[in-house]
């Protein structure tokens, strides 16, 4: 916005200055030019400063590997990444179809897919070529001459599309001339001799060389650098990437990052990276932070009567070793889905939690696992039930997002998915912990011939499931939920956790929410959904949606929801006599709470 008003600026003194001549007026040409170097001075900040809220993959060339191609459609929305693809680097018999794009990204789990391609700059500053950029979660650039991208779209509509999405928490991704074109300052050919153009300038402050190592191009790179000493040099090799996002970088794949600078005074340096270092970006201000909030819960209920202080600090620490783990991932620019996905793993881990390790024992004495997740940018999300050794079940469910078109697998066909994907399993057993065991006891104890009401609460030491809400800074929200269910559940019974719009619910337009409690009661109501739908039509807060679901519509006794809103709000409601539960945001938040406290 900024940048079009001073562009406009600079367009209007031109046309005056056209002006001011043909009625023979004198234009101090000084003073215009001056005005042009204040207005770029400014630009440059201004661009400096925009780095946008998404992500960029930016790829080496060379055979790609699964984990750039997976990490890409996360950062795109994972199965409902809408993608456009731009070719037009390569030459115009090279030029893949339409047809064959789209085959290629559906076999990697991207079912919306098109192609966007010109030569004509006039066609490239059209509204309607650009429209598909307008819609879209991420757009890939294949190989070929930078060149060629560079002619059709630098200075168009298309690159202002690309801008927006990014800023808009898009995915921009691009290999080989696709990696090239994303730097301002571009490497069009030549080595050792760099010929420099200019690119997207999508990646400010740094040079990207590409197929670095394997085409010996460390030269070209410090030359390049040398002439533009306020850039970094950043060469990446083949079947490599980079992953920015805000001003840091992350080296994914299987050989290595040169990075190139020139600091003030001093000779060029150089480092290299490998897979998980990471970098800070020069020229890459971060934006003032924004607003995040996470909540995590570890089940419904409180410390046992019974229970000792060391056992009350064991639930203490696991949901604070959890909270800060998500803390660390949503504050060095992470995503609220790889937030939601890691603390629940913690805690699947956590034999303290009724989860994963630690599960409580179904009626036939032995372990059945659910657990889901939902991106509220798509509404997308994935799901298993009845998994009986697989030691993450929150992997697997977003394994289901990412690769499957389904949203819940079940039983054995989940297992046989696991399988597939070569997760981590365990044998059954390796759930079992002596706590549930006494628990199963004293629930089977305690059902022996108790009246059953088909609706009723189940008793507070029958929950323990976990469960996280994340909004991440760059405004998008999700939410996951794992658990083993209810202590002597019948065989095959799954509960809401998950079930997408019971337990587990994230729309970025109002809310991500996570259930824990009498899973038949939050699946009648459609508990998550529901909260989600009074923000949306009823204009009411979370609070006062959470508090009706929770307090009108279930009973007491039935549980609680954790959930955040889209502005960063955090509320948990629970009816059950407390709620293992935590909290953190952006303000400085980080509470740890199991009883009725405050
Ligand atoms: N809601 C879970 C279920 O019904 C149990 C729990 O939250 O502890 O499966």
């Not at 207005?39 to 900040?45: P, S």
């Not at 040079?207 to 990446?236: K, T």
């Not at 600090?313 to 995503?335: F, H, N, P, Y």
């Not at 039509?537 to 279930?554: D, F, G, M, N, P």
Request: net charge neutral.
């Amino acid at each position: 916005m900024v940048q079009c008003c001073a562009e406009y600026f600079l367009n209007l003194l031109e046309s005056r200055k056209g002006f001011l001549m043909t009625n023979v007026l004198s234009v101090d040409n000084r003073v215009l030019l001056l005005c042009r170097f204040a207005i770029a001075a400014f630009l440059a900040v201004v661009s400096v400063a925009d780095a946008g809220d998404g992500a960029l993959v930016v790829v080496g060339g060379g055979p790609i590997p699964d984990q750039i191609i997976d990490r890409f459609v996360e950062l795109g929305g994972g199965n409902g990444t809408r993608l456009v693809v731009i070719p037009t680097a390569s030459s115009d018999n090279g030029l893949p179809t339409a047809d064959s794009t789209i085959q290629l990204w559906s076999s990697r789990g991207v079912t919306h897919a098109i192609q966007l391609h010109t030569r004509d700059r006039s066609q490239a500053d059209n509204e309607d070529f650009v429209n598909p950029l307008r819609n879209a979660t991420a757009v890939w650039i294949s190989g070929g001459q930078q060149s060629r991208l560079a002619d059709a779209y630098v200075g168009t509509k298309v690159q202002a599309e690309l801008v927006k999405l990014r800023n808009r928490g898009g995915v921009i991704g691009g290999t080989s001339a696709g990696a090239a074109i994303l730097s301002g300052v571009m490497i069009v050919g030549g080595n050792p001799v760099p010929k420099i153009g200019r690119g997207l300038d999508l990646i400010p402050g740094i040079i990207v060389d590409q197929h670095f190592l394997r085409r010996s191009r460390v030269n070209r790179l410090l030359e390049a650098v040398g002439r533009h000493p306020d850039r970094m040099g950043i060469g990446i090799d083949e079947s490599t990437a980079i992953i920015v996002q805000g001003d840091r970088a992350k080296v994914v794949g299987d050989s290595y990052v040169t990075v190139i600078t020139k600091p003030d005074d001093r000779p060029q340096s150089m480092q290299t990276l490998r897979r998980d270092d990471a970098i800070q970006l020069p020229g890459v201000t971060r934006k003032s932070p924004k607003k995040w909030a996470i909540a995590v819960h570890g089940g419904a209920g409180t410390v046992p009567a019974d229970a000792s202080s060391a056992e009350e600090k064991a639930w203490r620490d696991g949901l604070q070793i959890a909270m800060r783990k998500a803390v660390a991932i949503i504050e060095s620019g992470g995503t609220s889905m790889g937030a939601v996905d890691a603390t629940i793993r913690i805690l699947e881990d956590n034999e303290m939690f009724n989860a994963g390790k630690g599960a409580v024992f179904n009626s036939a004495g032995s372990h059945e696992l659910d657990a889901s997740v939902m991106d509220g940018r798509t509404l997308d999300g994935g799901a298993v039930a009845g998994v009986s050794t697989v030691r993450n079940p929150i992997g697997l469910a977003r394994l289901v997002m990412n690769r499957t078109s389904h949203v819940l697998l079940s039983g054995s066909g989940a297992e046989q998915f696991a399988t597939e994907q070569d997760v981590e399993r365990v044998k059954n057993n390796y759930f079992s912990t002596e706590r549930r065991r006494e628990s199963w006891n004293r629930v089977r104890a305690h059902e022996d011939g108790a009246p059953v009401s088909r609706i009723r609460s189940a008793r507070p030491w029958q929950y323990g499931t976990v469960g996280c809400v994340v909004l991440d800074t760059h405004g998008n929200l999700a939410a996951g939920t794992s658990t083993g269910g209810l202590t002597n559940k019948k065989f095959g019974r799954v509960g809401d956790s998950p079930i997408l719009g019971a337990g587990t619910y994230a729309d970025n337009d109002t809310c991500a929410v996570s259930a824990t409690g009498t899973g038949e009661q939050f699946i009648r109501h459609a508990v998550g959904a529901q909260i989600s739908l009074l923000m949306r039509h009823r204009r009411w807060t979370l609070k006062q949606s959470a508090e009706y679901v929770l307090k009108q519509r279930l009973n007491k006794g039935d549980g609680g929801v954790i959930a955040v809103d889209r502005d960063g709000n955090i509320e948990w409601v629970y009816t059950s006599p407390g709620m293992f539960r935590a909290a953190a945001d952006s303000d400085g938040r980080f509470d740890v709470l199991i009883r009725d406290e405050n």
